[in-house]
């Protein structure tokens, strides 16, 4: 949803976008296993989100997997479908505690099935969560979730209001991000939260995401409290 006053410098973003770049590249330098850095980028989104809630942060949305990876080699595949199996078998009931709930964006559909069971059973399980939102963007795509909701707003046969178009996006009913972050030295958003981002603040950095520390993370922030946010106005 986009803010209507202007937001004066000093603050911290409500709603941190993260994209994990990165973890082949980290791999390949240390002669390990693609999958090797997947992990590695996993542990550390994991590691950053809770540090981002700990500092006040109230949303930190992941794009684990667009839906352009999908069509990366079935052996690497495969083996993020099995980390994602190991982390939302996991981490349910750690989440649960924290008080951070789950969320999962994106077309569950192009995933196994059992990934869908194990992905409705985490959200269901950590609702309720009142310190912060974990979003997974997981067979993600930014046009394609704009074209799912004009599909929507058809289906529904009237008008709608730029609120209501919001409101029919995968997420809907959350704070549109106010820092994006991207890892890995790529100067692009590669078709992530399109519609969302509009007046979302960038941060680019060339470290390679299982690197990206907590450390770096502070600076992100505080190079986004020194920004002021006008959304267009003077």
Avoid: C
């Avoid at 850095?37 to 109230?58: C, D, P, S």
């Amino acid at each position: 949803m986009k803010k209507g006053k202007e937001e004066s410098a000093g603050s911290l973003p409500a709603h941190i976008a993260i994209i994990m770049d990165g973890n082949g590249r980290w791999a390949k330098k240390r002669l390990l296993p693609r999958g090797a850095g997947h992990r590695a980028g996993m542990n550390r989104m994991i590691a950053l989100a809770e540090h981002a809630f700990t500092r006040g942060v109230k949303y930190v949305t992941a794009f684990a997997l667009s839906t352009e990876n999908l069509s990366r080699p079935k052996e690497e595949l495969d083996g993020l479908f099995s980390l994602f199996r190991e982390y939302f078998e996991k981490s349910a009931n750690t989440m649960r505690e924290k008080g951070v709930s789950l969320k999962v964006i994106g077309d569950l559909s192009l995933l196994p099935e059992d990934i869908r069971t194990l992905v409705s059973e985490g959200e269901a399980h950590t609702a309720g969560g009142t310190v912060g939102t974990l979003i997974l963007a997981i067979g993600y795509g930014g046009r394609q979730d704009i074209l799912s909701a004009v599909n929507e707003a058809v289906r529904r046969g009237k008008e709608v209001t730029q609120e209501e178009f919001s409101a029919l996006l995968s997420t809907g009913g959350i704070p549109d991000p106010d820092l994006l972050i991207r890892t890995g030295r790529e100067l692009r958003i590669s078709n992530f939260l399109l519609w969302q981002s509009a007046y979302t603040e960038l941060y680019f950095t060339e470290t390679l995401f299982p690197d990206f520390s907590e450390k770096e993370l502070d600076r992100a922030l505080a190079a986004y409290a020194k920004r002021e946010r006008r959304f267009g106005k003077v």
